[in-house]
């Protein structure tokens, strides 16, 4: 048998880990109720004694936690981010996932045996990135950006080396280079870089016109949908936009991404671990993609078949693509 890649899952609520652990998942990533995490959204994530409380339960069934505080730190408020460190670490936590290099810092020279893992947020994307993480920081593994080709990501598990890589395989598509895109900021005064959201829901507004449904995100429209056409969630890196007399996406197909025909080649190339995204689902969308990579992962250990269709259905808007991976747009 092949080695097994490790499953990370989402969960946004206490709820949602215990549903991912029994679906499968060899690993959970989760973060604090507060904007030390980039899914700060209403309703989503976990107080301290719900933390706790959690990783305790992964860990009697054989699962691990990794707790993210991957937002990047404001001036004169660091102390949130620091007592986010204390407390994930007192709590149990498998592996710390940051981003914002003080407080990479902070969690090594003051946990100097807790296990790190570098956010995609701080979007490490060449040997020499990784290499100063890994060399001085004891960065033990880089969850890659969703902007590069398959190759590049083999070339780069390769030489960065005993830096483990993981990658996103299935769920909401970033088309930027995470940690970089000032669009959500600018439209509506929230970004997933500091205060952990990105386009918003509380700034996304829909009214039908001629028919059609009108999204926009801070009072910029961004995407029209007629009666026969899927909706996906707006936001603002996937509208659709007008140049040179032609209206079109970003991507041909922009809306999820669906690497699963692409596990075979990811694992060969060394990749450690398949992520999947998804923080604000429910708990019935996040028990059936779970099982299904689960699935899609040990007939990938053992030899045997992958069904590369089961989760076409679970995409948004039932469109998918691989995205970067593949840079098809070329």
């Known amino acids: ?27 959970v990533y989760c973060g604090f109720r507060d904007e030390t995490n980039a899914r700060n959204f209403p309703g989503l994530n976990f107080d301290r004694a719900e933390m706790r409380e959690a990783v305790a339960f992964a860990h009697e ?11 990047f730190m404001r001036a004169g408020s660091l102390e949130v981010w620091y007592r986010g460190v204390d407390d994930a670490v007192e ?23 807790q ?14 990135a990784i290499a100063f993480y890994r060399d001085r920081y004891g960065i033990a593994r880089v969850v890659l950006p969703r902007v590069l080709t398959v190759e590049e990501i083999a070339r780069l598990t390769a030489q960065s080396a005993p830096c483990e890589t993981e990658v996103f395989v299935f769920g909401g598509l970033c088309v930027m280079a995470e940690g970089r895109c000032m669009m959500s900021s600018y439209a509506t005064g ?13 700034h996304v507004t829909y009214r039908d016109e001629g028919g059609a449904l009108i999204a926009s995100v801070g009072g910029f429209t961004v995407e029209r949908f007629e009666n026969s056409e899927p909706a996906g969630y707006p936001t603002l890196c996937k509208g659709r936009f007008s140049a040179r007399g032609i209206t079109s996406h970003l991507f041909e197909d922009p809306v ?3 690497a699963v025909e692409l596990l075979p080649r990811l694992a060969e190339i060394g990749v450690t671990a398949f992520k999947i995204e998804g923080r604000q689902r429910g708990r019935a969308y ?6 299904a990579f689960r699935r899609a992962i040990d007939a990938l250990a053992s030899g045997g078949k992958i069904d590369f269709e089961e989760l076409r259905a679970l995409t948004e808007g039932q469109r998918d693509t691989v995205g970067a991976y593949r840079k098809a747009w070329r």
């Open 1 to 27: 048998m092949r080695a097994v890649p490790e499953l990370v899952c989402p969960a946004g609520t206490p709820a949602g880990l215990r549903v991912a652990v029994e679906a499968g998942a060899h690993s």
């Open 61 to 71: 069934h054989g699962a691990k936690v990794l707790i993210a505080l991957n937002t």
């Open 91 to 113: 709590a149990g936590a498998d592996a710390l996932i940051l981003a914002d290099v003080a407080l990479i810092d902070y969690a090594r020279r003051t946990h100097p045996k």
């Open 115 to 128: 296990r790190l893992h570098l956010s995609v947020q701080a979007a490490a994307a060449t040997p020499e």
């Open 190 to 202: 929230k970004s997933p870089n500091m205060t952990g959201v990105c386009s918003p829901p509380s």
């Open 256 to 258: 999820s991404l669906n």
């Open 286 to 291: 996040i028990a059936t993609v779970v099982k």
